[in-house]
T-cell receptor
Framework: GAVVSQHPSRVICKSGTSVKIECRSL??????MFWYRQFPKQSLMLMAT?????????EQGVEKDKFLINHASLTLSTLTVTSAHPEDSSFYIC??????????????FGPGTRLTVL | QKEVEQNSGPLSVPEGAIASLNCTYS??????FFWYRQYSGKSPELIMF????GDKEDGRFTAQLNKASQYVSLLIRDSQPSDSATYLC??????????????FGKGTLLTVNP
């Protein structure tokens, strides 16, 4: 299989706090991990691409200092939403591609983290 | 701007019928194409991928690719109410340097009526 987990699945926080979301590939090593955001009734929007041991590549319009990404190992990437505000409330989803075995093109998605900022 | 276009639907079919979902893409150099299914409130799950022109079958699902027409489709045979979901077409596109990314369509909402 190709299982990706995310933690937490749901978080509610006060405005101004920081929230960390973990993304783990459970049964494979991930060359690359991706972070997406999805607002209600809209499609997935790529926020950033991260490769283990190097700096993340952010999409245009995504603030690097607000959305901190750390890809510490081939099985773990974290997204920290710093000083969260209500407009950051969204569904955050990570995905990962394999280093080897099977399609190295295919992105396998985690279950998502629903962030609500009050 | 590189784009992936899908009819947003909703597409409504009766149980047991064939559902046909279509997708066009703008980047002629794209080589990898994916169909994902997303239930409401959940993350996308991979249905299948296709790289070569023609048809690729997996159970009740058939993906069809025509690179000359920049068109990819997904057929669902013997549609079931449990197939009701949003179907996302995704195309792997070059994004600069040595990087590639998936560009998603907005998705087609499919409803299978019992």
């Amino acid at each position: 299989g190709a299982v990706v987990s995310q933690h937490p699945s749901r978080v509610i926080c006060k405005s101004g706090t920081s929230v960390k979301i973990e993304c783990r590939s459970l049964d494979f090593q991930a060359t690359t991990m991706f972070w997406y955001r999805q607002f209600p009734k809209q499609s997935l929007m790529l926020m950033a691409t991260s490769n283990e041991g190097s700096k993340a590549t952010y999409e245009q319009g995504v603030e690097k200092d607000k959305f901190l990404i750390n890809h510490a190992s081939l099985t773990l990437s974290t997204l920290t939403v710093t000083s969260a505000h209500p407009e950051d409330s969204s569904f955050y989803i990570c995905s990962a591609t394999r280093t080897s075995g099977g399609s190295t093109d295919t992105q396998y998605f985690g279950p998502g983290t629903r962030l609500t900022v009050l | 701007q590189k784009e992936v276009e899908q009819n947003s639907g909703p597409l409504s079919v009766p149980e047991g019928a064939i559902a046909s979902l279509n997708c066009t893409y703008s980047d002629r150099g794209s080589q990898s194409f994916f169909w994902y299914r997303q239930y409401s409130g959940k993350s996308p799950e991979l249905i299948m991928f296709i790289y070569s022109n023609g048809d690729k079958e997996d159970g009740r699902f058939t993906a069809q690719l025509n690179k000359a027409s920049q068109y990819v489709s997904l057929l669902i045979r013997d549609s079931q109410p449990s197939d009701s979901a949003t179907y996302l077409c995704a195309v792997k596109m070059y994004s600069g340097g040595s990087n590639y990314k998936l560009t998603f369509g907005k998705g087609t909402l499919l409803t299978v009526n019992p």
